[in-house]
């Protein structure tokens, strides 16, 4: 992989890190566990861990179009991940939360990345990985 990337420029080499990361988490959550969860819906999962925000919300913070979110939604539902409940005095607004079942995908969904992340920084070194994400995460004035 690493060979494929040496030609690339920024964008496109964050990219292939970030789908390449995206594959490695889904393989090993799928191969572990019973629940088979895509990408979309561990988006959805991850904005409504210990919180409970409407769906509209939730289709506005997700990459995703809003019919997608809303069956991702009801696929969630489905696997007894999320409830979904009607708001007070709203006939038309609806907000989720996460199930015990749904917590807990999360939370070994985050050590699974833990882990995944710990692997990185013994290839490249915990104080590179520290700098890594310091620089993701700061202003880039886009």
Wanted: proline share 1%.
């Amino acid at each position: 992989m690493d060979f494929e990337l040496k030609g690339l420029d920024l964008i496109d080499v964050l990219s292939e890190r970030h789908l390449q990361l995206r594959r490695i988490t889904e393989k090993r959550w799928n191969d572990s566990m019973d629940i088979y969860l895509s990408n979309s819906e561990w988006f959805i999962i991850a904005r409504v861990y210990k919180k409970q925000p409407t769906i509209a919300y939730v289709s506005k913070h997700v990459d995703i179009s809003r019919q997608a979110t809303h069956k991702s939604i009801k696929s969630l539902e489905a696997k007894g991940l999320v409830e979904i409940h009607n708001v007070e005095n709203n006939k038309k607004d609806k907000w989720i939360q996460l199930t015990a079942l749904g917590e807990e995908c999360y939370e070994r969904n985050e050590a699974l990345k833990a882990n995944i992340e710990q692997k990185i920084a013994d290839k490249i070194g915990l104080e590179q990985l520290d700098l890594l994400k310091d620089i993701l995460k700061s202003d880039w004035g886009l």
